[in-house]
């Protein structure tokens, strides 16, 4: 199994770009979600999602869309990225509801 | 709402000596209990989870936490430090009715040979 994986790496966008972190897991989850990592700010969640057709907002949803057409694939849409945004983003999915979470690498995005 | 604090933002012990991260919780309900670390440049890492049962959980790399329900505490501990203990360490709380999780801001732990 790969576990979580992510694409990019690392990513470079101007202010006002789109772009799709992608997120994919070979694991049948059915729980994923997408953090953002700031430093002294922890992990906070973006939006999260229970199952495939299903998406919720976590604690930092604006400027950034999701879907999850199917249980492997979680991406995660910047709309018009701004400077805020940099940060380092952290896709992680779970079994079940209780369950320990397994999180991707991370991909490093600088909004200019 | 739940909530995590890991008052705490560096640790810092010499090789050998225990070692204690500190991490308190808000919840309504049962809490479900989660420590990750973080290695450098990496993304995070299960160390152990309390659920239900002993309040001592034993996990991963020697670590062990404590769960004190009446002080709303998850503490880490260790009782030998290794200077690859040193990471970037996260205390979550799960909200199950949700399938969601909250992370504490981190615990920097140094350890000096």
């Known amino acids: 199994n790969a576990g979580v994986t992510q694409t990019p790496k690392f990513q470079v966008l101007k202010t006002g770009q789109s772009m799709t972190l992608q997120c994919a897991q070979d694991?049948?989850?059915?729980?994923m979600s997408w953090y953002r990592q700031d430093p002294g700010m922890g992990l906070r969640l973006i939006h999260y999602?229970?199952?495939?057709?299903?998406?919720d907002q976590g604690e930092v949803p604006n400027g950034y869309n999701v879907s999850r057409s199917t249980t492997e694939d979680f991406p995660l849409r910047l709309l018009s990225a701004a400077p805020s945004q940099t940060s380092v983003y952290f896709c992680?999915?779970?079994?079940?509801?209780?369950?320990?979470?397994?999180f991707g690498p991370g991909t490093r995005l600088t909004v200019l | 709402a739940q909530s995590v604090a890991q008052p705490e933002d560096q640790v810092n012990v010499a090789e050998g000596n225990p070692l204690t991260v500190k991490c308190t919780y808000s919840?309504?309900?049962?809490?479900?209990l989660f420590w990750y670390v973080q290695y450098p440049n990496r993304g995070l890492q299960f160390l152990l989870k309390?659920?239900?049962?002993?309040?001592l959980v034993k996990g991963s790399y020697g670590f062990e936490a404590e769960f004190n329900k009446s002080q709303t505490s998850f503490h880490l501990k260790k009782p030998s430090a290794l200077v690859s203990d040193s990471a970037l360490y996260f205390c979550?709380?799960?909200?199950?009715?949700?399938?969601?999780?909250?992370f504490g801001d981190g615990t920097t732990l140094t350890v000096k040979p």
């Open positions: 992680a999915s779970s079994r079940e509801r209780a369950d320990t979470q397994y």
């Open positions: 694991m049948n989850h059915e729980y």
């Open positions: 999602s229970v199952g495939a057709g299903i998406t």
């Open positions: 919840v309504s309900g049962n809490p479900y």
């Open positions: 309390y659920i239900t049962g002993d309040n």
């Open positions: 979550a709380v799960r909200d199950i009715s949700a399938g969601k999780s909250t």
